[in-house]
């Protein structure tokens, strides 16, 4: 393959994933993506719906859940002259700190919001993670088939509470039971919505022009003419479109639309194609990779265990960064140097795992792993460099560990400590005591994790409450300033499960008053690998 046809093969990439507050729609409108994508013919078999919601399950479910998050963890289709990857981002109660790593390894997001109840809690966290790299922001409005609050505030809550200025791509036309469908401001034309055709690629009536009468015909008078208001309004209130805004990711597109009754999906995605950038350059240490570069490099951002119940192997997800992969190509794994042979690299198509012939930047693939790769791992071609900005999240939960066999304490350590390099949870030895705590994201972390020290480690643990609200790493430059802060705050340290420093606050008032005593050192929220 010519530079150029490689060149061309990475400018076609696309790769976003999406945040959203659970049932915002994120697993409705990711099926509605893939049948514009023409991956499924109908929408509606992305994952086993039934098994999404539960709360509590024993292992084997936990399992079987996760193989089928699994394989919809990566889906990759054409759309317009793109390629899209879109990554998902676990949710509900496997939300975890792969949903924030994950948001690392993209290069646009994908934002959906509950049009009926705005910007919610989970939605704003996720946007705190997307502005580490300045992504770049697509804004979806969904559930417009039901009753919605006004959307010029949904724009000003997004602009207030996200701090992002909108711009509106199309504006609604009525909403719930009058839903008609919306104007599309950049192509002067209203599209009309039908129910009853959300599990098919509708035939959709569009009228041109603003001022065309049909249009008064089709939504009646009194819509149209709202419309014709509301629209003077938002030309005058909000902003336009601004391509190097969108990139630096201080203005989003907005689009409004059903997931559920499949429409305004497709305007989304042809906004987001159109816009949204193609492989970026990554940082590492030593300097900036770009995606057309010759030479292969990839990063590791998650790793994912027992996907299969038969097999029970891991595999390493990779952002591809520049080059191509090909089968049984060299790659040097930088941090432990060693050069391996990869022939089985897989990636995910449309739920079946398939082997990988080759892979470009911006692509996604996963490595069987056997315990040595670690999330943050770079792989080159030869080269020693190692990228940046896939840390460590400060996790917001926490739980002591306890044995019930205390003889096992070595075991419970050395499982905890390698369910720590994978991503799954964190874990902190206060200096002071000899307590294990626990750290994630998620609260279904705490189950897995005592799953699998019982089913991997042969260590039977329990977990149970501890009054910890977060944590930090520490650093100082001024060394007696460091000392002096350790002798004080000694009751509050711990070491990581890579030894690293950190500040255990038992509520967030500690904290601040913490930080506020020891102007000079940092209290961290992320680490770097
Ligand atoms: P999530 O992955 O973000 O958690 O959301 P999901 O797509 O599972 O959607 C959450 C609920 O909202 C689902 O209903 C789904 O059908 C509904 N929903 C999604 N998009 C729309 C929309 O455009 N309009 C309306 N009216 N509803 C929408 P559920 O009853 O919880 O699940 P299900 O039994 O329908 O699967």
Same mark, same amino acid.
Request: negative net charge; charged residues 25%; proline residues 4%.
């Given at each position: 393959?010519?530079?150029?046809?490689?060149?061309?093969?990475?400018?076609?990439?696309?790769?976003?994933?999406?945040?959203?507050?659970?049932?915002?729609?994120?697993?409705?409108?990711?099926?509605?993506?893939?049948?514009?994508?023409?991956?499924?013919?109908?929408?509606?078999?992305?994952?086993?719906?039934?098994?999404?919601?539960?709360?509590?399950?024993?292992?084997?479910?936990?399992?079987?859940?996760?193989?089928?998050?699994?394989?919809?963890?990566?889906?990759?289709?054409?759309?317009?002259?793109?390629?899209?990857?879109?990554?998902?981002?676990?949710?509900?109660?496997?939300?975890?700190?792969?949903?924030?790593?994950?948001?690392?390894?993209?290069?646009?997001?994908?934002?959906?919001?509950?049009?009926?109840?705005?910007?919610?809690?989970?939605?704003?966290?996720?946007?705190?993670?997307?502005?580490?790299?300045?992504?770049?922001?697509? &804004?979806?409005?969904?559930?417009?088939?039901?009753?919605?609050? !006004?959307?010029? /505030? @949904?724009? +000003?809550? =997004?602009? *207030?509470? $996200?701090?992002?200025?909108?711009?509106?791509?199309?504006?609604?036309?009525?909403?719930?039971?009058?839903?008609?469908?919306?104007?599309?401001?950049?192509?002067?034309?209203?599209?009309?919505?039908?129910?009853?055709?959300?599990? &098919?690629?509708?035939?959709?009536?569009?009228?041109?022009?603003? !001022?065309?009468? /049909? @249009?008064? +015909?089709? =939504?009646? *008078?009194? $819509?149209?003419?709202?419309?014709?208001?509301?629209?003077?309004?938002?030309?005058?209130?909000?902003?336009?479109?601004?391509?190097?805004?969108?990139?630096?990711?201080?203005?989003?597109?907005?689009?409004?639309?059903?997931?559920?009754?499949?429409?305004?999906?497709?305007?989304?995605?042809?906004?987001?194609?159109?816009?949204?950038?193609?492989?970026?350059?990554?940082?590492?240490?030593?300097?900036?990779?770009?995606?057309?570069?010759?030479?292969?490099?990839?990063?590791?951002?998650?790793?994912?265990?027992?996907?299969?119940?038969?097999?029970?192997?891991?595999?390493?997800?990779?952002?591809?960064?520049?080059?191509?992969?090909?089968?049984?190509?060299?790659?040097?794994?930088?941090?432990?140097?060693?050069?391996?042979?990869?022939?089985?690299?897989?990636?995910?198509?449309?739920?079946?795992?398939?082997?990988?012939?080759?892979?470009?930047?911006?692509?996604?693939?996963?490595?069987?792993?056997?315990?040595?790769?670690?999330?943050?791992?770079?792989?080159?071609?030869?080269?020693?460099?190692?990228?940046?900005?896939?840390?460590?999240?400060?996790?917001?939960?926490?739980?002591?560990?306890?044995?019930?066999?205390?003889?096992?304490?070595?075991?419970?350590?050395?499982?905890?400590?390698?369910?720590?390099?994978?991503?799954?949870?964190?874990?902190?030895?206060?200096?002071?005591?000899?307590?294990?705590?626990?750290?994630?994201?998620?609260?279904?972390?705490?189950?897995?994790?005592?799953?699998?020290?019982?089913?991997?480690?042969?260590?039977?643990?329990?977990?149970?409450?501890?009054?910890?609200?977060?944590?930090?790493?520490?650093?100082?430059?001024?060394?007696?300033?460091?000392?002096?802060?350790?002798?004080?705050?000694?009751?509050?340290?711990?070491?990581?499960?890579?030894?690293?420093?950190?500040?255990?606050?038992?509520?967030?008032?500690?904290?601040?008053?913490?930080?506020?005593?020891?102007?000079?050192?940092?209290?961290?929220?992320?680490?770097?690998?």
């Amino acid at each position: 393959m010519s530079n150029s046809a490689i060149a061309t093969e990475i400018g076609k990439r696309r790769t976003f994933a999406i945040i959203s507050h659970p049932d915002a729609g994120k697993t409705t409108i990711t099926e509605k993506v893939l049948l514009h994508g023409h991956k499924i013919q109908q929408a509606g078999t992305v994952k086993g719906r039934g098994s999404s919601h539960h709360a509590k399950s024993d292992w084997m479910e936990m399992e079987k859940e996760r193989g089928i998050s699994v394989t919809t963890s990566v889906m990759q289709f054409p759309y317009n002259e793109c390629l899209v990857n879109l990554l998902d981002t676990p949710g509900h109660e496997d939300f975890s700190e792969d949903t924030y790593r994950t948001l690392t390894a993209v290069d646009s997001c994908l934002m959906v919001i509950d049009a009926a109840k705005g910007v919610e809690d989970r939605t704003r966290k996720l946007m705190e993670v997307t502005r580490l790299r300045d992504t770049p922001i697509v &804004t979806f409005m969904n559930k417009l088939d039901r009753d919605i609050r !006004d959307p010029m /505030e @949904l724009l +000003d809550e =997004v602009e *207030s509470e $996200l701090n992002m200025m909108c711009a509106p791509i199309s504006w609604p036309i009525g909403c719930g039971k009058s839903f008609k469908g919306v104007y599309h401001l950049h192509r002067d034309e209203t599209i009309l919505y039908q129910t009853g055709h959300g599990h &098919t690629i509708q035939e959709v009536r569009i009228i041109k022009g603003i !001022d065309n009468p /049909e @249009l008064d +015909d089709a =939504v009646g *008078s009194d $819509l149209a003419a709202q419309l014709r208001d509301e629209l003077e309004l938002v030309q005058g209130a909000s902003n336009e479109f601004d391509l190097e805004l969108f990139l630096s990711g201080e203005l989003t597109p907005v689009f409004f639309g059903t997931a559920l009754g499949n429409f305004g999906v497709d305007h989304m995605l042809d906004g987001l194609t159109e816009w949204a950038p193609a492989p970026q350059p990554r940082e590492a240490d030593v300097r900036t990779i770009e995606a057309s570069e010759e030479k292969f490099s990839g990063f590791v951002f998650k790793i994912q265990a027992n996907m299969d119940p038969k097999h029970r192997d891991r595999i390493a997800f990779m952002r591809v960064v520049s080059g191509k992969y090909t089968q049984g190509m060299k790659m040097k794994h930088v941090r432990i140097g060693k050069t391996v042979s990869i022939s089985d690299a897989v990636t995910f198509m449309a739920g079946d795992r398939e082997r990988a012939e080759e892979a470009f930047a911006g692509d996604i693939i996963g490595l069987h792993n056997h315990g040595t790769i670690q999330i943050g791992d770079t792989f080159t071609q030869n080269e020693d460099l190692k990228f940046t900005g896939i840390p460590n999240f400060a996790p917001e939960m926490f739980r002591r560990i306890r044995l019930k066999d205390p003889l096992k304490q070595k075991q419970l350590l050395k499982g905890l400590v390698q369910l720590s390099e994978e991503g799954a949870v964190q874990v902190f030895r206060p200096l002071d005591s000899n307590d294990l705590i626990v750290g994630a994201v998620g609260v279904l972390q705490f189950e897995v994790v005592v799953a699998r020290l019982k089913s991997e480690y042969n260590v039977e643990a329990i977990y149970e409450p501890i009054n910890v609200a977060t944590a930090r790493w520490v650093y100082c430059n001024d060394a007696k300033k460091m000392d002096e802060f350790q002798r004080k705050c000694s009751t509050n340290l711990a070491l990581d499960g890579g030894d690293n420093l950190t500040y255990i606050a038992p509520t967030m008032v500690n904290l601040s008053l913490s930080m506020e005593r020891y102007p000079d050192v940092e209290f961290a929220k992320t680490r770097e690998h």
